[in-house]
Structure formats: C-alpha cells, structure tokens
C-alpha cells in the first residue's frame, strides 16, 4: 500500500484525460472530479484498501464524512459520489477491469443482508428497502432457479432475462417493471460490484400516453363537502398547493411559511427541492391544527420521546435536532412506534393509507364515476391553473417538473374538456340546445 500516492499520481492524469475525451463530465468539472476521487483514494489508503478494489461501503463511508463536514456545501458530496463511481465503473471498468464485491456473499441470504446495510448506509427510505429486498429477491430465487450455483455466477444476461420475464411472462405495468429494474441495478452495482452493460435489447413493458383523470370545479366541491376536520384539510393542501402524497405526509413544520404564503417541498420528486403555494383559504385552519400538534409534540417530550427521523446524517451531524419543533411532521401518526432501523420509539408521519382512505371515502360518498385517486387532486391543481390563465411555465415549477412537456399533458386535457370540435351528429341536429327529438 505504500506505493498508493505513486499510484494517484500517476493515474489521476489519465482519468482526467479520459473524462475529456469521452466528453463525460463538463471539461470546467474535470479537475474537481480528479480532485474528490484523489481524496478517496487516499481515505482508501490509511483502510488499507486497494486502489483498484471497489468497496461500496467504503465509498458510503467517505461520503458520509464529508456529509458532517461543515466546510463542505450541499452539492459536494453528490459529485464526488459521480467522481468516484466514474472512477471504477468507467474509467477502472475499462482500462483495467472490475474487481466484483460477490466475493463475500455466498448466498441470496447474504445477498439480502449486504443489500439491506447498504441501502441503509445510502439514507434511502424504509419504503424503498422494503421494495428493493422484495424485488432482489424474486430475483434471486429466478436466477438460481434457471441453473446458477452460486450468487458470484449471476450475470448481466440474467438480469436481462428476469425484465423481459416480467414483461412477457407475468405481464407487469411499465412502472412496476422500472421499480424491479432499479432494485436489481443497485443489487449488481453495489452488492455484487458488477456493471450490467447495454440493456438495450431487454424486452421492457410499454405505457403509451394516458390523460390524466381531473374533478371539475363542482366534483372537487362535492368532494370536500363529504370531508371534515384533519381529511378535509388533507384534500385541500393537496388540491390547493398540488402536492402528492408522500409530500403531503412528510411535511415538517419548517417547510410551512405563513408570511411567505409557501409551503416547501423537501427531496420530492426526484430528490429535488421546490417551492408551491399555500393557499389562503387553509391558513387559519393549518395554523389551528399546528397547535394542536404542538400540544402532542410536548406531551412526547416531557414522556423522553418526541424525537422524529431526520434525512441523510443530520442526526449524526445534529445529535439532538431530531426532537426540535421544526423539524415535527405536520401530520404526525396519532400512535408511537418503534423505528425499525434505529429501535428508537418516536412518533412518525401519518401513513400514507390514511390519506388515501380518506379520499377513497368522499369519492364514494359522492359518487363520482371516475377512477379517482389522492393523485388526480395534484391533476386538478395544475388543470385548473391553466384554466384559469396561469403561465404553464409558472405551473411546471410549482408542479416541480424537470421537463415542461410533462406539464404540457394538461394543455390535452383542457382541450378535451373545453375545446373539442362539433361532434358530426351535433352538426346533423345542429346545437345541443336546438336538437329536438326524431
């Protein structure tokens, strides 16, 4: 290991040379690049640990130092995360080959177990470790039902061939086979220390373009007339600020400013951040129901808990900011419960199937014959925006669209709704109000 800073220093030039000719990164990014992943390798040093060795804990390890490093700024972390799997995946995968990390797992057991640390080490949601280990699983018992041996004998081939099952065979929606397919690319690339190559001839279930289902004016009404208390105030931040559900159910106290009329949504979408209205009407309401919470949060407090689960390492970085108020759901559960990762008993946010029931409920109640869900209020939202005049550009950022062509799907609605041509037959009888009976 002593010959590793001849190592950096003779390879590093290289990297960077490959970086600007493949075009991989902006040409301004490349030194930093060279810059984190000479950091690393040196943080790999004094572990012991090969320079071409690929160790996604160790990788998560690193990230999470710089993470609590108060010097460090918010986007640094994730681009020497890109810097460093550019590193192995690309630029050691090519030149020198991959060293695997299935060495270790002997079984889909340890496979399971490995994927699980990981996945908590990288701060992804509960919700998505269980989805991951469902998928990697299936996966798993797939594979070594088709005649591999051993966990290190799996290969990109059967990932490829596990997709077009799904597809062909089990005839799985497009969004269910996208969520199998992010589980099993994070099983080869951090667990097994494999890249997967092109996908490009994999069979992928096909989702042509569907219009949104919407409530009109008079349905939403309906609908918030057969609502009351804490439901009704679900569907109306959810209409009024065009929030989804897991939005809805993470808010923290922080995120609402009165003064500014905004709510902020937090690692939305696409991990990304955006501001959306708060309506008006909800303000006393909201505020209302903040005191009531605050009256809970307090009775935890005094009880030793009250403390709520925090993103990425702020709990590490903020030992104790879990139990400040600012940082309480706004919609907290009405039990304690036990965090199944930290043990810790606190009082997490509303479940999702609360919301979601509440809604069902008043669409049944209404009786409106549209296959409605908590989703089709965020339709709405943005539908009646455009209605009612409002920028499709100002609509996309309150939506927290990357693409404008995703808001644009409304502008199809608005024409079906309002727009559409004479119907032939309306010409044969003329106006709707002129037809008389034959």
């Not at 810097?83 to 630029?91: E, V």
């Not at 689960?309 to 036990?338: C, H, I, T």
Request: net charge positive; with cysteine.
């Amino acid at each position: 290991m002593g010959n590793l800073s001849k190592i950096v220093k003779e390879t590093l030039p290289e990297f960077r040379k490959y970086l600007l000719e493949r075009k991989l990164v902006p040409e301004k990014n490349v030194p930093y690049f060279a810059y984190w992943v000479s950091r690393f390798l040196d943080f790999a040093r004094k572990r012991d640990i090969s320079a071409t060795e690929y160790k996604e804990a160790s990788i998560i390890e690193f990230l999470d130092i710089l993470r609590t490093d108060q010097k460090i700024l918010d986007w640094q972390p994730r681009q020497a995360d890109d810097a460093i799997r550019l590193y192995y995946f690309n630029y050691l995968g090519k030149t020198c080959g991959q060293t695997g990390g299935a060495a270790g797992i002997m079984d889909a057991d340890s496979a399971l177990t490995e994927t699980k640390r990981l996945i908590r080490l990288k701060h992804y949601s509960y919700s998505t470790e269980r989805t991951y280990l469902q998928w990697i699983k299936r996966f798993l018992d797939y594979a070594l039902q088709t005649g591999k041996k051993e966990i290190s004998d799996i290969a990109a081939e059967d990932f490829k061939n596990f997709i077009s099952h799904l597809a062909l065979k089990e005839k799985v929606s497009s969004s269910t086979q996208n969520q199998a397919f992010n589980a099993i690319l994070f099983l080869f690339r951090n667990v097994l220390g494999k890249e997967v190559g092109e996908l490009g001839n994999t069979v992928r279930a096909k989702r042509g373009q569907k219009l949104p289902v919407v409530f009109s004016v008079d349905e939403i009404k309906s609908l918030f007339s057969q609502m009351t208390g804490k439901n009704l105030l679900f569907a109306e931040l959810l209409y009024g600020a065009g929030l989804r559900l897991m939005e809805l159910a993470r808010l923290r106290v922080k995120d609402i400013d009165f003064d500014a009329n905004a709510i902020f949504v937090r690692s939305g979408k696409g991990d990304k951040d955006r501001a959306t209205v708060l309506p008006a009407a909800v303000k006393e309401k909201l505020r209302e129901h903040l005191k009531e919470v605050k009256t809970l949060y307090e009775q935890d407090i005094a009880k030793g808990h009250g403390e709520v689960f925090l993103p990425d390492a702020l709990s590490r970085k903020y030992p104790n900011m879990g139990k400040e108020w600012a940082w309480q759901y706004v919609f907290p559960s009405s039990k304690l419960s036990v965090d199944p990762r930290s043990g810790k008993t606190g009082r997490h946010h509303i479940s999702d199937k609360s919301i979601q029931t509440a809604v069902k409920n008043a669409v049944y109640m209404t009786g409106i014959p549209k296959h409605a869900s908590v989703h089709t209020f965020r339709h709405s939202f943005a539908t009646h925006l455009l209605q009612s005049g409002v920028n499709i550009r100002e609509v996309q950022s309150l939506l927290g669209h990357k693409n404008v062509e995703t808001t644009m799907i409304y502008t199809h609605v608005l024409r079906d709704m309002s727009n559409a041509p004479q119907s032939p037959l309306d010409a044969l009888y003329g106006s709707r109000s002129e037809r008389k009976d034959v």
